[in-house]
């Protein structure tokens, strides 16, 4: 490749680059970047983050290149045979495309870093209510596959959108021989690039990706925290496979998981830290005010500028030109009116005026409250009805900001290669695991006001509508009546507060649960809880299998099949997709349910693959997460909960027990010769009838279950 410039990085020193991607920087499209802070608002908690995506994406293309150098100088004789990969060989040309996608990953991003998509996935009717006007009809192609879903809407389909149709982008990659469609594909997964494109994928958007790389030892460079993810390290524990897909060198997992919990420890030291989410909470409420009064024509038109022309001080600006006060936030009563406005927040003096009332974290919920609490935080369109929720029953005061902090575990899907043999990174590792577990129990809500309106206050309002408030005897966390008594009266109304927030975060979960019309909308943990209830009533029911001893559902992969034949059987994957809900997202889902505390399970250690094992030496025993599972009283009682809270749910439990009792009592003979074998005592001749029984089961499509 010949390199016509050097840009001088503190993060990774000289960045060399090409005469094409010296002049896609020079576009207007790519200098808007110049004005978009990478972190928004976080600059007011720490002073040193005022980067901007345009650095970052130039960073990004330094560390693509690396990454993508180290897979090219290693690719296996097996794969340069194959034909459809031939043209691995030219890496020169691969090496241009990559860096290219890394480069105008973020030309559609829009100012405020990630606010202004967060404000339209809160409130998607913004988005949806724009649908039947002229200006939708009059979307580029490209723009109208960006906004047409609001559950999908986000920066990557608009920077598809620039890449195809900013007429000065298009025509520079086309004038330099890039492949349009493989640069959309690496950025977002748009188009049909060639074989030799598609494998570098997970480089450009994946998990482990450049992405990630860059920005996190940029983020905690400018935020100084002294953390750094070394690149060359981390590029030699990327491989190709036997099949020519990119794998995790077993020996360098201590290398991705460092990377891995560097994003850990960057999402709970910086963008989950109080301050920096209580102004970017606020920034999205004056956001919302902002669009809510425009009409939909012209909220629609706003809303294509700002992923295509406008930069941070142009919203501002046209946030803080209003005439009126209405984009301001103001509470007012008998005592004070207090206000704030987006001049206030980029101060940093608006959250000054704000004070946390109550943070509920993960171990002071129970099983129950962190399901539905983790129900809101991923369906970010309840969090309105939360807020309704709360004023109108809990009688919270009008003026209050409620945010849900959450971390989005990394998904992990690039497989781990030993001795040519695939492992999950997720299911046979601790550390990525133990990172995996503390993404998930990072759930917390915290509740703000202003500063002037007391505790009191709050709870004298509460307590007008007590009798909304649902106590849990079952609760540990609940305070008895003589240990409230001895409470302070500040003391005692944080307790009224919680309660009332506890309260509306189910029954505004349930709200939205009530909603949905077909059980294969539920996300896949409640579908595989209900299934697990099932099978529990299957065994323990008189007219059934009559056990009342100890019952596992036995065995993960043995189990994931059963389950993808009850997925199949509700309509939520298809039967020729069945791979869709592999073992690697059964392993998922049981852990969020066990990190709930609905679900028990074993950890075993499990003999690894024999043929693998006696070729390079004697059979050995390999970590697995979990081996059996068996859903508890807390996952019942949800379960329960949730039936009896609404009808409609009931009806879906009952379609999962259906099927499930469909399927076991079609194996119902051979569970309870089973469950006689299981109180014997052991012998040889008994073990290989238990093997006979178990192997029949699984080949009807049963469960196989362990009795003792």
Same mark, same amino acid.
């Given at each position: ?11 990774? $020193? ?48 330094? @560390? +693509? ?31 241009? !495309? ?22 339209? !996935? ?28 609001? #559950? ?27 492949? #349009? ?5 690496? %950025? !977002? ?9 598609? &494998? ?23 935020? $100084? ?132 009332? @109550? ?6 919920? #129970?099983?129950?409250? *962190? ?13 309105? $009805? ?23 575990? =990394? ?33 917390? &809500?915290?509740?703000? %006001? ?19 408030? *649902? ?68 065994? *323990? ?5 009559? !056990? ?29 997709? *069945?791979? =869709? ?7 998922? +889902? ?36 979990? %081996?059996?599972?068996? &859903? ?23 379609? +999962?027990?259906?099927? +499930? ?48």
């Amino acid at each position: 490749m010949d390199f016509v410039k050097y840009i001088r990085d503190p993060i990774w $020193g000289d960045i060399l680059l090409t005469q094409a991607e010296d002049r896609i920087i020079s576009t207007k499209a790519f200098r808007r970047l110049r004005h978009i802070k990478q972190m928004s608002l976080a600059y007011i908690e720490h002073h040193g983050a005022q980067h901007t995506r345009y650095e970052h994406s130039i960073g990004c293309v330094h @560390v +693509v290149h690396h990454l993508a150098q180290n897979l090219l100088n290693n690719v296996p004789i097996e794969v340069l045979r194959q034909e459809k990969y031939k043209e691995l060989d030219d890496k020169d040309r691969i090496l241009k !495309h990559l860096r290219m996608a890394a480069l105008l990953h973020d030309i559609g991003h829009a100012p405020m870093s990630h606010l202004v998509e967060a404000a339209f !996935h809160k409130f998607p009717e913004m988005l949806t209510s724009t649908y039947k006007t002229k200006a939708f009809s009059e979307l580029t192609e490209c723009q109208n596959i960006a906004l047409k879903n609001p #559950h999908e809407y986000g920066h990557e389909s608009f920077s598809v959108a620039q890449i195809m149709e900013d007429s000065e982008i298009y025509e520079l990659l086309k004038q330099n021989d890039f492949q #349009h469609e493989a640069i959309t594909y690496l %950025v !977002h997964g748009i188009g049909v690039p060639l074989p030799k494109f598609k &494998i570098f994928k997970p480089l450009i958007s994946g998990d482990l990706d450049a992405d990630r790389l860059d920005y996190i030892n940029r983020d905690f460079y400018y935020c $100084g925290i002294r953390e750094f993810v070394d690149l060359q390290f981390f590029s030699r524990a990327l491989r190709f496979c036997d099949d020519c897909s990119i794998a995790i060198d077993e020996s360098k997992i201590v290398d991705v998981s460092s990377f891995l919990y560097s994003r850990f420890k960057l999402s709970q030291r910086v963008h989950n830290a109080t301050s920096s989410r209580l102004n970017e909470q606020a920034f999205m409420e004056i956001i919302h005010r902002y669009f809510r009064e425009m009409n939909e024509e012209r909220r629609l038109r706003k809303l294509v500028e700002l992923h295509t022309t406008m930069t941070d001080n142009d919203l501002i600006f046209e946030l803080n030109e209003r005439k009126d006060e209405k984009n301001r936030y103001i509470v007012q009563d008998s005592q004070s009116a207090l206000f704030f406005s987006a001049a206030d927040l980029i101060d940093g003096r608006a959250t000054k005026t704000l004070t946390q009332v @109550v943070s509920l974290t993960y171990d002071s919920l #129970h099983p129950i409250e *962190r399901f539905f609490l983790d129900y809101i935080s991923r369906n970010k369109e309840t969090l309105p $009805g939360l807020r309704t929720y709360l004023i109108d029953h809990a009688g919270m005061p009008e003026y209050f900001l409620v945010d849900i902090v959450s971390i989005k575990p =990394s998904s992990m899907t690039l497989p781990v290669i030993k001795r040519n043999e695939k492992r999950s990174l997720f299911d046979r590792y601790y550390m990525p695991h133990a990172i995996y577990a503390a993404s998930i129990t990072a759930l917390e &809500i915290r509740f703000f %006001v202003f500063s002037d309106i007391p505790h009191d206050m709050i709870a004298s309002k509460i307590m007008k509508r007590e009798h909304n408030l *649902r106590t849990q005897e079952c609760d540990p966390n609940f305070l008895k009546k003589n240990e409230y008594a001895a409470l302070s009266s500040k003391d005692k109304a944080t307790v009224r507060i919680s309660l009332a927030v506890k309260d509306s975060v189910i029954s505004t979960a349930i709200m939205q649960l009530d909603k949905i019309e077909s059980i294969k909308d539920y996300p896949f943990e409640l579908i595989i809880l209900f299934a697990m209830y099932a099978l529990n009533l299957h065994a *323990r029911s008189p007219e059934k299998l009559k !056990h009342h001893g100890s019952l596992w559902f036995e065995s993960d992969r043995r189990i994931c099949v059963f389950m993808q034949d009850i997925l199949c059987s509700v309509g939520k994957i298809d039967t020729d997709n *069945r791979q =869709s809900f592999n073992e690697d997202t059964y392993y998922k +889902v049981c852990e969020q349910l066990g990190l709930w505390g609905v679900v028990d399970h074993v950890h075993k250690p499990v003999p690894a693959n024999f043929e693998t094992s006696f070729e390079h030496g004697p059979p050995g025993y390999v970590f697995a997460q979990r %081996v059996d599972r068996v &859903i508890n009283q807390w996952g019942n009682a949800l379960v329960e909960y949730l039936g009896n809270n609404s009808p409609k749910i009931k009806t879906m439990i009952k379609q +999962v027990v259906d099927v +499930v009792d469909e399927k076991q009592d079609n194996v119902l003979n051979d569970l309870k010769e089973l469950a006689s074998l299981a109180i014997d005592d052991y012998s040889e001749e008994k073990s290989a009838k238990k093997w006979e029984i178990c192997n029949n089961i699984i080949s009807k499509g049963g469960c196989l279950l362990k009795l003792t």
